[in-house]
């Protein structure tokens, strides 16, 4: 996590590349299997990385070290063009089996999911973003495009210190972070760190990853009063969450919605016969829209498995990604 990964990452967008992010700490056997099935062309990393690890390719660029390659280049911007179709990064997830699958994820997914965050949420000059999710999970992707394509200030917390509450206090009283993400579990370490009081500048926190339990969600409204907290969900299969719920306090269900979709998507509660279960009813969710991800690469019997034609006649023609999750429908929908 540093400033030469977040460049490297707007770099590859911007030359029309696909990115594939790859943490270093994963075992060798991952990285060699990830590298060989994406397909990669070029590795960029930091000398420190490449010193210590057993890599023998010739295509790696420490982008820390070796400015000599590209100094002289033109700053001017590229004449490349390229659709909303073109894949814009591949985040491995680990596959019932074991063996990683590579979700393939457009730009016109990732450019939706962002538009439809900052409509509904509002960043501005004003805001300070916390980076602290690895960007082998797709959270971090609008992590780092969210505040810079808004003029925020993104703030990247330390690498080997990001899942340390009593650090994260601190960090966010010292850099006024108004927005910040948490998994359901590491929000519960945070809200119970005695000096949570003095992150006065906190304004918003996002939760996904896991489901979030309703007496935390009431903790955390209770000791963070200004804040706001939103649930959202979501696969990686399709550009980070598909669907979001505004948290208020109270609530007649003892738990926690998903919500609703977010712009240019659906969501479907279907039966084993792929027929659409009444309010209330237990069925697996599905997912369609603008965000679902172009399938696995180099996984055609996999892709065909999980993303499906679409059986829902007003919507025919189109695909549903089929999530393995199980849901119901409130009375509001």
């Not at 948490?182 to 000096?195: C, D, G, I, K, R």
């Amino acid at each position: 996590r540093s400033y030469e990964m977040v460049i490297s990452l707007l770099a590859v967008l911007k030359a029309g590349g696909v990115y594939v992010p790859i943490d270093p700490l994963y075992p060798y056997e991952r990285i060699n299997y990830i590298k060989s099935d994406a397909n990669v062309r070029i590795m960029l990393t930091q000398h420190h990385i490449y010193e210590s690890s057993n890599w023998q390719d010739s295509d790696i660029l420490c982008v820390d070290s070796e400015w000599g390659q590209w100094e002289n280049e033109s700053a001017n911007n590229l004449d490349i063009s390229f659709s909303g179709s073109n894949l814009a990064y591949i985040i491995y997830t680990s596959g019932s089996t074991g063996r990683p699958k590579g979700a393939m994820n457009t730009h016109q997914g990732i450019c939706n999911r962002l538009k439809w965050m900052q409509d509904a949420y509002h960043l501005d000059q004003s805001d300070r973003v916390l980076q602290k999710t690895s960007f082998s999970f797709d959270v971090s992707v609008w992590e780092f495009f969210w505040p810079l394509m808004t003029g925020a200030t993104l703030v990247l917390a330390e690498s080997d210190r990001h899942k340390d509450s009593s650090y994260l206090i601190k960090l966010i009283q010292e850099q006024q972070i108004t927005t910040i993400h948490f998994v359901p579990s590491m929000l519960q370490a945070f809200v119970e760190e005695p000096e949570l009081h003095h992150c006065t500048a906190l304004r918003r926190v996002i939760c996904s990853g896991e489901a979030l339990p309703f007496d935390l969600k009431e903790r955390c409204l209770k000791e963070l009063p200004k804040v706001n907290l939103y649930n959202l969900y979501g696969p990686t299969e399709a550009a980070i969450d598909v669907t979001h719920f505004s948290c208020e306090s109270g609530g007649r269900n003892k738990s926690v919605p998903i919500g609703q979709p977010i712009a240019n998507h659906k969501i479907y509660i279907l039966d084993e016969e792929m027929n659409i279960v009444p309010i209330g009813v237990r069925g697996e969710i599905y997912i369609s829209g603008i965000g679902i991800a172009r399938g696995y690469h180099h996984r055609p019997d996999l892709t065909a498995e999980k993303f499906i034609p679409n059986p829902i006649a007003e919507n025919q023609g189109g695909r549903l990604y089929r999530t393995g999750d199980v849901g119901r429908y409130l009375q509001d929908g």
